[in-house]
């Protein structure tokens, strides 16, 4: 017989979460934040990871607290990375509680935009980037939600939009406004161009969760399924190895919003997130 060719650590953490449908952005944080607590305590081998884990996490955890001075959500992430490691990858109870130095959450005040200062960020960009500005502003969506819209999830009859799997996992309703619908199906009529294009070119095939791609095989490849913010190029999808188009990243609609505020010589702290804060104040 061969020998059994052995798998890293992170292969198999990526092989449990693919099993269980995580994510492919969890997916990514939680092997970065493992292969940082391997680095950090310097193991060399597989044994070390069950050598005092419970105390080897709380060094990790408070060394993030102290030194590295992270929020409570970003510490929070690295332990939900390691107790996915250890209960669900190596199997391993963690029996001691892991008490370690706890993260103090700053109390920050949301940075707000003027109307006046809204119009001036957006009048200066262009493109997709400014398209996404509108939509975030207009509608009090979350950069993530914004770009992972499906067609379908836009709604022209009723002026609405479906955000599906938002924070929580919970599905929700939100409107639009009417100064960027006819931008919208513009924007859409361009998109279905080169969705045509992909599908002549034997591409145009676009990720679906597993239950979806599963219950409807055909889906991936359909109008309605397809991202609203497509990104410029295809590229091969890391889990299934096929070459498809994915949405636009969200660092290209922040760099766009962070070299519009440059521009308008704004000293505030803008970002796509502050859209969504401006929303919600100027609705009072």
């Given at each position: ?34 292969k940082r607590f391997i ?186 399924w397809q991202y609203v ?56």
């Amino acid at each position: 017989m061969g020998k059994q060719k052995k798998t890293n650590i992170l292969e198999e953490v990526r092989n449990v979460m693919r099993v269980r449908h995580y994510s492919i952005h969890t997916e990514r944080s939680y092997c970065d934040w493992i292969k940082r607590f391997i680095f950090f305590h310097r193991m060399k081998e597989r044994g070390e990871l069950f050598i005092e884990s419970g105390k080897k996490i709380e060094r990790f955890l408070s060394h993030l607290a102290i030194e590295g001075n992270v929020a409570p959500s970003t510490q929070n992430q690295a332990m939900n990375a390691l107790v996915f490691l250890y209960k669900k990858v190596l199997e391993q109870n963690l029996a001691l509680k892991i008490d370690a130095v706890r993260s103090v959450k700053q109390k920050n005040i949301p940075v707000v935009l003027s109307r006046e200062e809204v119009a001036a960020v957006i009048g200066i960009m262009d493109g997709v980037p400014r398209l996404v500005a509108q939509l975030l502003y207009g509608s009090g969506l979350r950069i993530t939600e914004a770009l992972r819209l499906r067609v379908q999830d836009v709604d022209f009859s009723n002026k609405q939009i479906v955000v599906r799997s938002g924070k929580g996992g919970r599905d929700r309703v939100t409107t639009f406004p009417t100064t960027i619908e006819p931008l919208l199906k513009d924007h859409l009529n361009r998109v279905r161009n080169l969705h045509n294009q992909d599908l002549a070119a034997g591409y145009g095939s676009v990720y679906l969760p597993n239950a979806l791609a599963r219950k409807y095989p055909n889906a991936a490849v359909e109008w309605g399924w397809q991202y609203v913010f497509p990104s410029r190029g295809l590229s091969v999808d890391p889990r299934s190895g096929k070459k498809r188009r994915h949405h636009v990243d969200p660092s290209t609609v922040n760099r766009a919003i962070k070299t519009a505020v440059k521009r308008n010589g704004l000293a505030k702290k803008v970002s796509a997130h502050t859209f969504r804060h401006t929303f919600a104040t100027h609705l009072l």
